[in-house]
């Protein structure tokens, strides 16, 4: 970044992740979708699934089939029966203002190369949307006949952003399965589930149901009684922790960056806004980061703003004493900035200002 020049991103478009959902036939990536779809809260999930067809959660049927929305194409693998320019097509209509959606979720089929599945995402044109990153489903009681059948899954694990480790009620040693997938999936979240429950927070913000007006979404239709808790959203949160950290004071970003190359395994997701003071004074950062995945997005300080950051760590089995002494350590309220001192947070933004990524990798931490 030259000396003086901030990132600024005030004429675009509100960008929409694209979330890619791979794995192998019968993993459980439709199970997965068909949870995200109906625990969304108030978020409207836009989806390209399996046989390349789309959707989004406000026509669905109640009963949850996708009935006319579904395109069907021959071979059904993704990458092989599409490019770049034709995904662009689906993720554009989409992403138009008039169809209100939040994020966007790709069910590849279980021959799609999930590697290329990212290329055509970060290769696309369109302004409104923004990678967000690869889940990789794997079924727990198959895994070690799915490596044999299939050895580039190990690939597959080590490119992946968050893995979820589906059917461990039904394995017989989960566990070994879960340590092994950690061994192979280098710094991705490793989340099991039953039934492809993981908490969509995972992926994506989700919205008040409240927040939403217009159209019923499908969460408004499934609002439990007065008085009646849904035990299975309950059942998401058990054994996960989360941790809120605040600072008055502006983040260094060497310091931050640090932290967030080094965050524990375990520590599954990070949101919220980043204030770095005098080494961008013109914008607030959004960061998402998913596993290995990070995302940087700044936003125009606006009018009024109070200059403050605000992070939520989730995860389970993390030491929230310990992450939140190291975020500590981050704050400084130079009045000047290192010129260059902005350099490894400008890697993970993408845009114009940014320097463009040349592989998946370059937006991964």
């Known amino acids: 970044m030259e000396k003086g020049r901030t990132v600024s991103q005030s004429s675009g478009p ?3 992740p694209v979330v890619i ?10 199970t997965l979708l ?15 699934v399996n046989d390349f067809g789309d959707i989004e959660i406000d026509a669905m ?19 092989c029966a599409v490019d770049a320019s034709e995904l662009d097509l689906y993720l554009d209509r989409l992403a138009q203002p008039s169809a209100g959606i939040d994020v966007i979720v790709i069910e590849a089929s279980g021959l799609a190369e999930p590697q290329e599945l990212v290329r055509m995402v ?7 949307i923004v990678y967000g990153g690869l889940v990789e489903v794997v079924d727990a009681v198959e895994f070690d006949a799915t490596r044999a059948r299939h050895p580039e899954l190990d690939r597959h694990l080590a490119l992946a952003d968050l893995v979820v480790v589906n059917k461990t009620d039904r394995a017989e040693d989960s566990e070994r399965v879960l340590r092994l997938v950690r061994s192979l999936a280098d710094r991705a979240a490793v989340v099991p589930a039953v039934h492809g429950r993981i908490d969509p927070e995972f992926l994506f913000d989700r919205r008040a149901a409240e927040e939403r007006i217009g159209q019923l979404t499908f969460d408004d239709l ?10 299975s959203r309950a059942h998401l949160h058990t054994g996960y922790d989360s941790v809120s ?8 970003p060497r310091r931050l960056l640090d932290f967030l190359d080094s965050r524990p395994e375990g520590l599954y997701r990070i949101k919220g806004y980043v204030d770095f003071g005098a080494a961008d004074p013109c914008n607030r950062y959004a960061v998402h980061a998913v596993g290995r995945f990070l995302r940087f997005s700044p936003e125009p300080w606006q009018a009024g703003d109070e200059r ?11 030491d929230a004493d310990a992450l939140l002494k190291e975020l500590e350590a981050c704050p400084d309220d130079a009045p000047h900035a290192d010129e260059r001192s902005m350099w490894g947070v400008l890697r993970y933004v993408q845009g114009e200002e940014a320097e463009a990524p040349g592989s998946p990798g370059d937006l991964v931490g």
């Open 14 to 16: 509100q960008q929409i």
């Open 21 to 30: 959902i791979a794995g192998y036939l019968g993993s459980g990536k439709t």
């Open 34 to 48: 068909n949870h995200l779809l109906h625990h969304s809260g108030g978020s409207r999930i836009g989806a390209v």
């Open 61 to 79: 049927a109640v009963a949850g089939a996708l009935g006319d929305s579904t395109v069907s194409l021959g071979n059904g693998c993704l990458c």
């Open 122 to 128: 970060l290769a696309s044109e369109l302004p409104r």
């Open 222 to 231: 499934r609002l439990p009684e007065a008085g009646h808790d849904d035990p």
């Open 245 to 252: 950290f605040r600072s008055d004071l502006p983040l260094h």
């Open 308 to 318: 403050l950051t605000q992070l939520v760590l989730i995860g389970s089995g993390i």
